[in-house]
């Protein structure tokens, strides 16, 4: 089969990741016949400085004309600070809103090899998997009004946090269809006891369970799920959350797997794909990893969560289960050979740099 890919390095190790990912890819398509057709596209920092937007058109259009996009990471010193007028960030944000990427999802696994580099207590870690999934287009980070202004009395800052009906019950609907293939248990996550929005979140979350009898439904305040995500990991199967809370329990989460490194996640515009209106065009994936600018260009960088994010892509946007399921019992079987990059290698040993780790999960496709 033959497949378009629009590729998004991005900034800092960004680049880097992307190029282990796509590496491994190639070798997918040569091993099991797939033709994947590689455009290269500007975004974050680096299309800052190449074009003045954060987004070019060019990446755009590519964006929305390909069968699945891989991203790497957007952001660094070099385009932070109060006052620049385009940040990097923009140009990812633009891509999930215009593609309507709504649908965020963030599996989390124990890897029992590397359970050594979580801080974790290794049997907490046991039966860790869990899939979070962070709405992605609305909530804190989209709802207008946004603004800074100045007053008489001092400067002043707004973002705002709302969500419709419509919005909250696509994603659910998105979590008990997951849940409902897996452990049939969906937790949503709020803060009800004392925003609106989350108040409208659990009633419309509690109605809609209704279609799904085999799954069971549980509400959690967001700041209790902080807690008991580290204290009791097993316990959860599907997690939904708003956006910015849904931001900041993965970032949480990836202490169980190890590091941030570990981690991938795709951005779907639905799911499953018969009940995408959407057609499942276009959907990105992505680690959940920054640009990390302190380690770029040294090669130290982990490129297993862009790596299996590739592996997500697979499954997801091409119906490649084997291909998908094959990147990821290589990832496996590497780490369980005890091959780390630096990030996951607490004592510093058995460390190889990032393409070496690309290499080495491609020798085992
Ligand atoms: C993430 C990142 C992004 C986000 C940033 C880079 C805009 O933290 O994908 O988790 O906040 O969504
Ligand atoms: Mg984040």
Redesign the pocket.
């Known amino acids: 089969m033959e497949f378009s890919i629009a590729v998004l390095p991005g900034d800092g190790i960004g680049p880097e990741v992307i190029s282990e990912a796509v590496k491994v890819l190639k070798v997918i398509g040569t091993r099991f016949g797939h033709e994947f057709n590689l455009q290269y596209g500007l975004i974050g920092g680096s299309a800052i400085d190449e074009t003045g937007s954060a987004l070019p058109d060019e990446s755009a259009n590519l964006c929305s004309k390909s069968d699945g996009i891989l991203y790497g ?3 660094g010193p070099k385009w932070d600070g109060p006052d620049i007028p385009v940040r ?2 923009d140009g ?2 633009t891509v ?1 809103k215009t593609l309507d990427l709504f649908a ?1 999802i ?1 599996p989390v696994k124990g890897y029992r090899s590397i359970a050594d580099s979580s801080p974790i207590k290794p049997e907490l870690l046991e039966n860790v998997d869990m899939l979070i999934l ?1 709405e ?1 287009t609305g909530g804190l ?1 989209f709802s207008k009004p946004k603004k800074r202004w100045e007053t008489s009395r001092g400067r002043r800052g707004v973002d705002t946090l709302r969500y419709s009906e419509e919005e909250i019950e696509r994603i659910v609907r998105v979590g008990f269809e997951l849940a409902s293939r897996r452990k049939k248990l969906l937790t949503s996550v709020d803060k009800a006891n004392v925003l609106e929005s989350s108040r409208l979140w659990r009633e419309v979350a509690t109605e809609i369970s209704d279609d799904y009898p085999d799954v069971e439904l549980e509400h959690i305040y967001v700041d209790n799920l902080s807690v008991q995500i580290i204290r009791n990991p097993s316990h959860y199967d599907v997690i939904v959350a708003e ?2 809370f ?2 900041i329990i ?2 949480e989460a990836a202490v169980l797997a190890g590091s941030l490194g570990m981690l991938p ?1 795709a951005s779907l515009s639905g799911y499953p794909p018969d009940i995408d209106t959407n057609n499942m065009s276009s959907n990105l994936y ?1 680690p ?4 990390a600018p302190d380690i770029a260009g040294q090669g130290i960088a982990n490129p297993i969560g862009t790596i299996l994010s590739m592996a997500m892509m697979l499954r997801l946007s091409f119906g490649l289960e084997d291909e998908a399921s094959n990147v990821e019992i290589s990832v496996e079987q590497v780490l369980s050979e005890g091959y780390r990059t630096s990030d996951i290698s607490p004592n510093n040993s058995n460390v190889v740099n990032t393409q070496k780790m690309g290499d080495l999960i491609a020798m085992r496709i």
């Open positions: 990471a957007v952001g990097p960030e990812i944000l999930r965020n963030r962070r992605l980070y956006n910015t849904g931001d993965s970032d996640s992505e959940i990893h920054g640009s």
